[in-house]
C-alpha cells in the first residue's frame, strides 16, 4: 500500500495574488506541480496569460483575474471570483506587494499602504468564510526580512504589520483550524531587487552579509511556501519564517 504524500496539494484551490512574476510565479508553478487547481491574479494581462499557459502544461486548472489590489473594491471582489471559479478557497498566498520609490509622498506611501497591507487584510477576511468550509485551509503572506530591518521608507514597517497580523490572526483563527503563516524572504533575485542584486556595493560583500553567500531565486522562496501550504506543515501556525540564506550579520 502506498502511504499518502503528505506533501501533495492535489485538488487544493489556491488564490495567489502577484502571479504574473517573479516570486508569485514561482509559486503558482510549484503549486501546479503538487496537483493544485489555481487562482492567479495580478495588473497584467499578459504576465497572467504566460503564467498561466505554464501552470497548464502541467495539467493544473488555472483561473486569472487582472486587478489592481490598491483599489479598495478590488481584493473582496477578488476573492468571490476566484473562489466561484474554484468552487471554494484552501490555500490564500498574499504575495502582490510593491517596495515603492515614491513612499515618502503621501500619495506614495498610501498606494504601499493599500497594496501591501490592506489587500492581504480584505482578502483574508473575504476568503474567511470559504476557508471555513475547506479541510485543510490555510493564509500564507509573503513578508519581508525588511520586516526587521526597518527603515523611514514604508516597505519594512508594513511588512513589520503584515508578519504581525500573521501572528495575531494565527492565534484568532487556530480555533477554527484555519493556519496563518508568513514567509520572510531575504533577497531573492526578481524584478523587485533587479536594481541591486547584481551592483557592487551588494555583490562585493555578499559572504559577509548572507551566510549562504548567494542571492536567493525565486524557486528557493517556493519549495517553501509548497510546503506550508500541505499537510506536512499541518501543526505549523503563526511562524514568520526567514528564508533569506541566512541573513544574520545585518542584525
Ligand atoms: N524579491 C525580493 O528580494 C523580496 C524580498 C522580500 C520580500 N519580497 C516580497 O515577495 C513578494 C513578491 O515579490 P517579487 O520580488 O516577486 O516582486 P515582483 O517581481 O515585483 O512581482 C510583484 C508581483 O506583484 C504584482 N503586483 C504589483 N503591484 C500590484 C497591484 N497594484 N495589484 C496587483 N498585483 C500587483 C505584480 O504583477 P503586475 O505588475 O502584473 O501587477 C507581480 O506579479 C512581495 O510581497 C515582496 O514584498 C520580495
Redesign the pocket.
Known amino acids: 500500500m502506498t502511504a499518502p504524500n503528505p506533501f501533495s496539494l492535489d485538488g487544493r484551490r489556491a488564490l495567489i495574488?502577484?502571479?504574473?512574476?517573479?516570486?508569485?510565479?514561482g509559486i503558482a508553478e510549484a503549486y501546479a506541480r503538487a496537483g493544485a487547481r489555481l487562482a492567479l491574479?495580478?495588473?497584467?494581462t499578459a504576465?497572467?496569460s504566460e503564467v498561466a499557459d505554464s501552470v497548464a502544461q502541467c495539467g493544473a486548472e488555472v483561473h486569472t483575474f487582472a486587478?489592481?489590489?490598491?483599489d479598495a473594491e478590488?481584493p473582496t471582489l477578488l476573492v468571490e471570483r476566484a473562489a466561484k471559479a474554484l468552487g471554494g478557497l484552501d490555500i490564500v498566498v498574499?504575495?502582490?506587494?510593491?517596495?515603492g520609490h515614491d513612499g515618502l509622498t503621501l500619495d506614495g506611501y498610501r498606494r504601499l499602504l493599500h497594496?501591501?497591507l490592506r489587500?492581504p487584510v480584505l482578502i483574508t477576511q473575504a476568503a474567511r468564510p470559504y476557508l471555513l468550509e475547506s479541510q485543510a485551509p490555510v493564509v500564507i503572506n509573503?513578508?519581508?526580512?525588511?520586516a526587521r530591518l526597518g527603515g523611514a521608507e514604508p516597505?519594512g514597517p508594513l511588512?513589520a504589520a503584515l508578519s504581525s497580523y500573521t501572528v495575531g490572526l494565527a492565534r484568532e483563527w487556530g480555533k477554527d483550524g484555519i493556519r496563518v503563516v508568513a514567509i520572510?524572504?531575504?533577497?531573492?533575485?526578481?524584478?523587485?531587487?533587479a536594481g541591486y542584486t547584481d551592483a557592487d556595493w551588494w555583490t562585493g560583500n555578499l559572504a559577509e552579509r548572507v551566510a549562504l553567500g548567494r542571492n536567493?531565486q525565486?524557486d528557493d522562496?517556493a519549495g517553501v511556501a509548497r510546503f506550508l501550504a500541505s499537510d506536512a506543515a499541518a501543526y505549523i501556525t503563526g511562524a514568520v519564517i526567514p528564508v533569506d540564506g541566512g541573513w544574520v550579520h545585518q542584525f
Open positions: 495574488t502577484g502571479a504574473s512574476r517573479g516570486i508569485g510565479r491574479a495580478a495588473r497584467t504576465g497572467l486587478a489592481d489590489l490598491a478590488a498574499n504575495n502582490a506587494a510593491d517596495a497594496l501591501n489587500a509573503v513578508s519581508s526580512v525588511s516597505y511588512k520572510a524572504p531575504g533577497v531573492i533575485e526578481t524584478d523587485m531587487t536567493g525565486v522562496i
